[in-house]
Structures are given as structure tokens and as C-alpha cells.
Nanobody, 128 residues
Framework: QVELVESGGGSVQAGGSLRLSCTISVQFTAGYCMGWFRQSPGKEREGVAGIDSSGETSYADSVKGRFSISVDNAKNTLYLQMNSLKPEDTAMYYC??????????????????????WGQGTQVTVSS
């Protein structure tokens, strides 16, 4: 059974930083895609950043240059470093993983539909 546990969310002022972590209970040895998604009330879940087993990354245009995704395979942990946070970044952030290697799937239209393993989410609130 695959379990994902996020941590690191919180409340910050605009311009601040947070680092989200997602610990995954199993290691995907045959290739993977891991990603961060977010969802705010009344909006669809959107892909924020992805990384695959080849090391390729993808980012939503709204976060390019501010967010950075990384993975520590030894710790089975996915990270999202978020800098220069804006009020519009406020959302519930979820990590997800699937056994295909295509980082671009995370930020594709309806990309969330391709992922079967999800964490419970961690809230990020950015005040102006």
C-alpha cells in the first residue's frame, strides 16, 4: 500500500518562503513521476511542479522562478521549496506519485487525473 504524508505547510506573509515535504512509504524502482498539486476553494486541482525518475522537472507558469521541486531518493521524500510567496499561492497543497516517468504530466491539463496515489494535503496560507 502506497502512503504519502505531506508536511511543512503554514501561514506566511507575502514574500516569505516555505518548504513542503512529502514522505512516500514505498520506492518506485521502475520509474516514477512525483508532483505537487494545489487546490483552493471553488477551483479545480492544478499541477504546480513535477519531477520524474529521469530527473526532468516541470513547473506551472505561475510558479516558475519561485518554486523548486526536488527528491531525495534515499529518504523517499519529495520537496517543494516555495520562495517569494504571493497571496494567490494560498491553497491546499497535495503530493502525488505514479509509476510512469513523465514530469510534464503534472502540469498538463487535467494532469491530476493521471495520478492514483495522493497525500492528505497541507494548507499554505499567504497573507498580503
Amino acid at each position: 500500500q502506497v502512503e504519502l504524508v505531506e508536511s511543512g505547510g503554514g501561514s506566511v506573509q507575502a514574500g516569505g518562503s516555505l518548504r513542503l515535504s512529502c514522505t512516500i512509504s514505498v520506492q518506485f524502482t521502475a520509474g516514477y513521476c512525483m508532483g505537487w498539486f494545489r487546490q483552493s476553494p471553488g477551483k479545480e486541482r492544478e499541477g504546480v511542479a513535477g519531477i520524474d525518475s529521469s530527473g526532468e522537472t516541470s513547473y506551472a507558469d505561475s510558479v516558475k522562478g519561485r518554486f523548486s521541486i526536488s527528491v531525495d531518493n534515499a529518504k523517499n521524500t519529495l520537496y517543494l521549496q516555495m520562495n517569494s510567496l504571493k497571496p494567490e499561492d494560498t491553497a491546499m497543497y497535495y503530493c502525488a506519485v505514479e509509476g510512469f516517468s513523465s514530469a510534464s504530466m503534472v502540469v498538463a491539463v487535467n494532469g491530476a487525473n493521471g495520478f492514483g496515489y495522493w497525500g492528505q494535503g497541507t494548507q499554505v496560507t499567504v497573507s498580503s
